[in-house]
């Protein structure tokens, strides 16, 4: 469509900038404090002045069109800019406000990404973090979120994306379980076990596609969600292939076969080019990554004497 304007309004410029980060009109009116079909009003006046289509309804809420996105990033400054005059005259200059909105696998979210945020919110008052855990990965055209952590290598595309690190899985049973069932002595003898992961027909992650990996064991307990995983092992209901940050802090569980089995896959850490501007998920970047470099033998708990390293995945 062609311009109707050569005026752009400021204030559409950052109403485009909160939808595009909640993906809900309602939600960014909320944010806002308008009404959502002054969203809705003002969103279309701001497409009329540029002369493009920025937004489009998708399963997942409203989404940003190519060019729709290139607009997001270079009006992106406009926010932190209006923040710092409004801290200005609030006497509260140097302090970093907003809301920043973080996605990742459940485990890791609860185990690192929860431990990160917090500290960033006791330092930073005027900061307020949403986290979302689930181990499906982000879609690259999802809106809502300025940050997530995926499981796999960083792959380029629309947001910036970085190696977060490294975390191994291996093998855990609980000690009834392996009181009452048969001796493992090699990879050979887990033909007569079961195996607990996740459930193979919701498995969204390329990954953590690794049952197969363990040739005759039949899973005889699957869950979406790792902290369940865990649970049912230590409950004895098989031997769980679990993440080592979980398992090894459970006093009821022993790893098996940790010289033949231990998985490496990786952490990605993919933030919105918009976001890249705002103070606030600076910080909490800073913090995932302090948070990760102080408990990385946690995530990666040195090989054992004998070890054959990565043997699945």
Not at 31 to 37: A, E, P, R, S
Not at 209 to 227: E, H, I, P, Q
Request: hydrophobic residues 40%.
């Amino acid at each position: 469509m062609p311009p109707h304007s050569d005026e752009v309004n400021t204030d559409d410029l950052r109403l485009l900038l909160t939808l595009a980060r909640t993906g809900r009109m309602v939600a960014a009116a909320a944010v806002l404090g308008i009404d959502h079909t002054t969203v809705r009003r003002r969103l279309r006046r701001l497409e009329s002045s540029l002369g493009a289509t920025l937004v489009e309804h998708g399963s997942d809420g409203w989404v940003l069109t190519d060019i729709g996105r290139v607009v997001v990033e270079r009006s992106a400054p406009l926010e932190h800019v209006v923040q710092r005059v409004r801290d200005a005259v609030a006497g509260e200059e140097g302090a970093v406000h907003g809301t920043v909105r973080i996605a990742a696998p459940d485990g890791f979210g609860v185990s690192f990404v929860t431990a990160a945020v917090s500290d960033v919110v006791v330092h930073h008052p005027g900061i307020t973090v949403e986290l979302v855990t689930s181990t499906r990965p982000l879609s690259p055209r999802a809106p809502g979120y300025d940050m997530s952590v995926n499981v796999g290598v960083p792959r380029p595309g629309w947001v910036d994306t970085e190696l977060l690190t490294q975390y191994a899985l291996g093998l855990y049973a609980s000690r009834d379980y392996l009181a009452r069932s048969p001796r493992i002595t090699g990879t050979e003898d887990l033909a007569e076990h079961r195996l607990i992961f996740y459930v193979d027909s919701h498995l969204t992650v390329a990954e953590l596609d690794l049952a197969r990996s363990f040739a005759g064991m039949r899973v005889g307990l699957s869950c979406t969600n790792v902290a369940a995983q865990v649970e049912a092992t230590r409950r004895g209901a098989g031997i769980g292939l679990l993440p080592c940050f979980l398992a090894e802090v459970e006093p009821d569980l022993e790893r098996v076969l940790p010289e033949q089995v231990r998985v490496l896959l990786d952490f990605s850490l993919n933030v919105r080019r918009d976001s890249l501007a705002v103070e606030a998920v600076r910080l909490v970047r800073a913090a995932l990554h302090r948070e990760i470099a102080k408990r990385r033998h946690e995530l990666v708990p040195p090989p054992r004497p004998g070890g054959v390293g990565r043997v699945a995945g």
